[in-house]
């Protein structure tokens, strides 16, 4: 119960639940307004939905791109406005329309989510003004109208942004600790002999793409914004700054990788492994504690210690008799010393929450490149021209897109279900997908949705009569939309259908008519953009597999190298050591997605499923053991080793030159980019006497030769 209390108050203060409120007012005043004082109801709903369209661009980022995503959508409503407005009048130049606007609107996908959410605001106003019946002289009205509805709500969010211009970068990070916090969850029940040890590798996989998700979207507000990594204020500071520690902690969970297996039959019968879930969950919760006093916007009300159960533990260890089973328990003492170093650095975020009422005089480092952290994808028409082919993915879903939104057209216009065939058309562009496991969830999820909100909105109509009573129930039903659109699906689509049916009562629409409608409508979307996905065009993820083999490889390599640079002497700065840790983390949280993915897609469209999840879980010890070694460098001297020593190093670069020359044969020369020439010619100077770290160096180093064997075996067989 405490954990699912924290979780509301988690959303009730995300950026979701702001977000509904501003869109929820957005349509609801001007509405309010032209119903009571103008007398005008169909022109406060046409400002609404212009509106509604501009907060599906609204999602977080920079200012700058906030404000132009937002401009440019209300431009292409305002046209595709008046272009339906025209084309209903015929309609078979309105079924061309909605092929060629469906089919441009997709294509902007190629251009990243804002855009493609801007192509998504184009494809429903086209859908909701096909059916409004309007003389030659009213369309451009209607039109400005929309296009004041979209101004509306854009110049709310930007005032929101100017007021407070910090708090959408404050709510992602505190978005961001929290599923650190679950993933750190997840590694605790590594410890736990209840849990299954495959599942647990199969949710820590899964978890790290959530994790990179929300690393991106911090690092798209912080450092696209010159104002926040040029800030002088102390808030901007403490941003950017805890942001950082924020990852370095990331990496120091990853690092925590034992072998679980070996522990729990050595010491599961001990109950050290319990005690010792109990601790990581402990910093679990304080660390969620600390996202969620940022995420709140206060201050962490109490010091973090846990001096007394890690000296307690360190106790039961030391009076743990080695014996057969056992061994020496040395490794307990090891993770111990793990643990010790995540309470230090979660104790330094507690001192240093980014609300901090004490204002921060530590300074940016200046040296620190962040614009290199985040990627930049300039809107070119060249990107459009060279993605119209086949072989573009989506070329292929806009063709899919374009077709089954004529197919649904035409069983909109000739089997009509009722006033609102136009609900099957949005359906397909709600559910149909660039890949079909997304377009398949979200089917369910539309469904299952749909049937449980009719089923609420039904109730409601039936046993409540009092008008006033009714309106609250819509506004918060309107509230709930739009505040799990980005979140939630299936809970958006609870919400949207007792809304609807609450709304058209009000219009004076039958109730039966309108629940057998949108159910009958929301079947045959549905099945039409299923049916699309699977049949047209498809490109199924085990084909783009290798792809991404290739680039996870190609990070590895990058990885591999900087340590290989630290470890021979050469000096590596710490953005390119950042950097190539934040590629290999986002280049694996793809390659994770991918199999997510092709787990949903039809069974014989599946291939080399434990082997991908084999790969998945080796890359990501592989890459926990190299963020071991560094982590350990930094509390320890260390100096410029020698060959012996690093030849498992060497080893393990050849492992991965040739895993990667199997995925991607015709490129093999751009692997001496990736693996330089000083790899194969290592120094050759004397070893020092071997000292116990550097002991535990070499077997780190000789795991890591094991793991990239292991990975190069993997590969060879999935190719």
């Known amino acids: 119960m405490p954990h699912l209390f924290r979780s509301v108050r988690y959303f009730l203060f995300s950026h979701y639940f702001s977000d509904g409120l501003q869109t929820t007012a957005a349509i609801l005043l001007p509405a309010l307004f032209f119903f009571r004082v103008q007398n005008q109801p169909d022109w406060g709903l046409m400002v609404g939905l212009g509106a509604l369209c501009a907060s599906i661009t609204d999602s977080p980022g920079p200012l700058v791109h906030k404000r132009n995503g937002l401009l440019v959508c209300c431009g292409f409503i305002f046209v595709t ?58 369309i451009w009205f209607h039109a400005l109208l929309i296009l004041a509805g979209g101004l509306w ?42 849990t299954n040890l495959n599942d647990d590798y199969r949710r820590l996989v899964a978890q790290h793409v959530k994790v990179s998700e929300k690393q991106d979207v911090v690092r798209e507000l912080l450092f696209k914004s010159r104002r926040m990594v040029e800030e002088t204020t102390a808030e901007g500071r403490a941003l950017v700054l805890t942001f950082s520690d924020v990852v370095d902690l990331y990496e120091q969970i990853s690092a925590m990788y034992y072998d679980y297996h070996a522990l729990r039959q050595r010491f599961g019968d001990t109950g050290l492994l319990n005690e010792m879930a109990r601790l990581i969950r402990r910093l679990v919760h304080e660390l969620d504690a600390i996202g969620l006093s940022i995420q709140e916007n206060g201050t962490h009300p109490d010091p973090f210690t846990m001096s007394a159960d ?96 004529l197919v649904g057209y035409g069983v909109a216009t000739f089997w009509s279900s009722g006033y609102h065939s136009y609900w099957i058309l949005l359906t397909i562009t709600v559910i149909l997908k660039p890949a079909y496991a997304l377009t398949r969830q979200r089917n369910t999820d539309r469904l299952l949705g749909t049937l449980a909100g009719g089923l609420i909105g039904v109730i ?31 809970m958006m689509v609870m919400f949207v259908t007792p809304f609807v049916l609450v709304l058209l ?40 597999v290798v792809n991404h083999l290739r680039d996870v490889l190609r990070a590895d390599l990058r990885y591999l190298q900087k340590l290989a640079d630290s470890l021979s002497g050469k000096p590596v700065s710490v953005t390119d050591y950042k950097l190539a840790r934040k590629d290999l983390y986002v280049q694996s949280a793809n390659l994770s997605a991918a199999f997510e993915r092709m787990l949903s897609e039809p069974k014989s469209k599946q291939s080399h499923q434990q082997d991908l999840l084999e790969f998945a879980v080796l890359n990501h010890i592989f890459a926990s053991n190299i963020a071991t070694i560094v982590t350990g460098a930094q509390h320890r001297q260390t100096h410029a080793l020698g060959e012996p020593l690093l030849r498992p190093l060497r080893r393990s670069v050849g492992h991965l030159q040739e895993a990667l020359s199997h995925v991607d044969p015709p490129k093999q020369k751009s692997v001496e980019e990736v693996a330089p020439a000083y790899m194969t010619t290592l120094p050759e100077t004397e070893t020092a006497p071997v000292t116990p770290d550097e002991q535990l160096l070499a077997d780190q180093l000789q795991f890591i030769q094991k793991l990239t064997t292991d990975m190069k075996r993997v590969i060879n067989v999935i190719v």
């Open 505 to 544: 009562h009000f219009m004076g629409v039958g109730l039966r008519e309108v629940v057998q409608e949108r159910v009958l409508d929301t079947i045959i979307g549905g099945l039409i953009a299923l049916a699309a996905s699977y049949g047209l065009f498809p490109r199924w993820e085990s084909d783009q």
């Open 81 to 138: 406005a008046i272009l339906t407005g025209y084309a209903r009048t015929n309609p078979w130049i309105l079924g061309l329309e909605i092929g060629a606007l469906s089919f441009f609107f997709a294509l902007f996908t190629v251009y990243g989510n804002r855009a493609a959410a801007v192509g998504s605001a184009g494809m429903l106003i086209m859908i909701l003004t096909m059916d409004r019946p309007l003389p030659a002289t009213s």
């Open 310 to 405: 890690l000296a307690h533990f360190n106790a039961l260890v030391d009076g743990l008799a080695p014996t057969g089973q056992t061994g020496n328990p040395l490794v307990l003492k090891r993770i111990l010393v793990n643990i010790r170093q995540l309470t230090e650095r979660i104790s330094t975020l507690v001192r240093m929450p980014v609300n901090d009422p004490q204002p921060t005089d530590k300074a940016l480092p200046t040296a620190f490149d962040y614009s290199r952290f985040v990627s930049h994808q300039p809107i070119q028409l060249s990107k459009l021209r060279d993605n119209l082919s086949l072989s573009s993915t989506t070329f292929r879903y806009a063709l899919r897109m374009a077709i089954a939104c």
């Open 460 to 490: 409601l109509l039936v046993t409540v009569s009092n008008t006033t009573v009714l309106f609250v129930f819509m506004v918060v039903f309107m509230l709930g939309t739009y505040s799990f659109q980005r979140w939630n699906y299936i």
């Open 153 to 194: 709500y854009t110049a709310i969010s930007l005032a929101f942004r100017q007021f407070r211009p910090y708090r959408q970068a404050q709510q992602a990070l505190a978005e961001c600790i929290h599923e650190i916090a679950n993933f750190l969850r997840i590694k605790a029940d590594f410890y736990d002999g209840r």
